[in-house]
């Protein structure tokens, strides 16, 4: 577990491509805006983007190549959201899984106290720094005891992978705690120690244990392994993930938008309106100034 500072520091790691280019300058911005010396923001985007993506680069901004964050044997296909594993070409690497290797690998390389995964379509709405996300020097854990039922099958299918990553005896009782929340908070340590349980568990590297699965979640694979292998004794649970979310994937318009506005929670330091909701760019940046204005009354 980390260590305690007096000055904890934060890395907040954004995957993003060109079609979000607009949601991740409004993120960058909110970050910009409403965090501190100690916290740096890590976008990552496939080499293609890179140009795009550059003027958002500041000082607690960086632009990084999507390539450097993946396997050198790990080969993109043109004009595909896939990518190829030469020491394991079947099947590919889906867009979304490498996505999530990305975030686990910056996740492993970060030097933070913190490390907060956040995607382009949200925004922060009041000043946040790593100790929102740390109790006596450790970070917090969102889990939600019994989140995970019947009428969620994709998430028990990504329990069963992470425990089959993490070479543990599959846990079929329902329900099970759900550790999915956005922003994400990780300690890179145990991030590290995670990754390299999954490698031993799979006599592969952990990447190549990863990107052969159809199924998977990073944040419940990070959660299992604290439940099941690190132990919650050692890390602070929380239920509040301080953020109010939007996920259709229809418009937020109308009286949606006022009851949206309307539900935010005293104390939230985010919101997140789906890309894929469609929202028009002018009602969703009215919706999130809202949003900030009533957050920081």
């Not at 052969?212 to 990070?222: G, V």
């Not at 330091?269 to 894929?276: E, P, Q, V």
Request: glycine share 6%; with cysteine.
């Amino acid at each position: 577990m980390s260590a305690a500072s007096a000055s904890p520091t934060m890395e907040i790691i954004t995957p993003s491509y060109a079609p979000d280019f607009e949601f991740c300058a409004e993120l960058a911005a909110s970050i910009q805006r409403f965090t501190g010396a100690g916290v740096q923001h890590t976008i990552i985007v496939p080499g293609s983007d890179v140009d795009l993506f550059k003027p958002l680069a500041g000082p607690r901004t960086v632009i990084h190549d999507a390539a450097g964050y993946l396997p050198a044997r790990m080969v993109k296909i043109p004009a595909a959201n896939m990518w190829i594993n030469a020491l394991r070409p079947w099947p590919p690497v889906r867009g979304w899984i490498s996505q999530q290797i990305i975030k686990l690998e910056a996740s492993r390389r970060s030097s933070a106290q913190v490390v907060l995964c956040v995607d382009s379509d949200l925004v922060l709405l009041r000043e946040t720094g790593a100790e929102l996300f740390l109790q006596d020097g450790a970070v917090r854990l969102f889990r939600r005891p019994e989140g995970i039922d019947e009428s969620l099958p994709r998430h028990r299918l990504w329990v069963q992978t992470a425990q089959q990553l993490l070479g543990l005896p599959r846990r079929t009782e329902l329900p099970l705690p759900d550790y999915i929340c956005w922003p994400c908070a990780w300690d890179p340590e145990i991030v590290r120690a995670m990754l390299e349980r999954v490698a031993a568990s799979n006599s592969c590297a952990w990447e190549t244990a990863i990107g052969r699965r159809l199924h998977f979640s990073e944040m419940i694979l990070y959660g299992v392994y604290l439940e099941q292998i690190h132990g919650l004794e050692q890390v602070p649970l929380s239920t509040d993930m301080r953020c109010v979310n939007y996920f259709d994937e229809t418009p937020l318009v109308g009286s949606k938008a006022s009851a949206f506005i309307a539900g935010m929670d005293p104390g939230l330091i985010a919101a997140m309106i789906s890309a894929k909701s469609n929202t028009p760019m002018s009602v969703r940046r009215d919706v999130l100034a809202q949003m900030e204005a009533a957050a920081n009354d």
